[in-house]
């Protein structure tokens, strides 16, 4: 059984209230936003928006699984300006604007591992899942995708020119974390948040409840 849970209502500070501009670049802006808790004290947060999408519901994620005799997860790698670093990432991307998340989700796979995927195949979750919710208002939707071993050879990816640097990695689920920790010490790469809780949840189920 679910536990209760006790959510205090909060209130923008003023009912017109807009967020205060403090920055902006070509694709982000940095906001000052205020509200008021459960004691009514008035509080301020910044936060990091995209500029050029509508809904903060901008983003999908896909978890695709090739079924091989060993099942294995379909991963990339790039480099990633901000932390200076390579990163293993789950293939993701932005939705464009009108799109549907799961037209999105076809097409980010095709680009980037250039597996082609029905539309009927993705399986997308019900709610929207945040990034970091301490910096962004920034969410991504979540599908789900199992690639049959007979599945037609994936095509040359179709990358944009900001993923110059983006390999496809496939890694066995049953050993994914201890794989992903191999990976950090040989090619001193950073491993996604959302990767790594994917292959401790593996690693967890697998020590608690099997």
């Known amino acids: 059984m679910l536990p209760d849970l006790t959510l205090a209502p909060v209130q923008h500070a003023n009912d017109d209230d807009e967020p205060v501009v403090l920055g902006q670049g070509n694709w982000l ?82 680009e980037e591992t250039g597996y082609s995927i029905e539309k009927n195949a993705i399986q997308l979750h019900q709610s929207p899942v945040c990034y970091e919710p301490g910096l962004t208002n920034s969410c991504c939707h979540v599908a789900q995708v199992t690639i049959q071993q007979h599945h037609s050879p994936p095509q040359k990816q179709a990358l944009e020119a900001d993923e110059w640097s983006m390999q496809v990695l496939q890694l066995p689920l049953k050993t994914l974390l201890d794989d992903l920790k191999e990976l950090e010490r040989k090619h001193h790469v950073l491993i996604d948040s959302r990767v790594h809780a994917y292959a401790s949840g593996l690693m967890i189920a697998k020590k608690y409840l099997c």
Request: glycine fraction near 2%.
């Open 29 to 110: 802006q940095l906001e000052r936003i205020s509200y008021k808790d459960n004691q009514h004290i008035e509080r301020t947060w910044e936060r990091c928006i995209r500029k050029t999408s509508a809904s903060s519901q901008d983003a999908v994620d896909i978890h695709a699984i090739i079924m091989t005799p060993e099942p294995e997860l379909l991963l990339v790698v790039q480099y990633r300006p901000a932390v200076d670093q390579y990163c293993v990432e789950f293939p993701s991307g932005l939705i464009d604007p009108g799109e549907d998340p799961v037209d999105a989700a076809a097409r980010e796979l095709r």
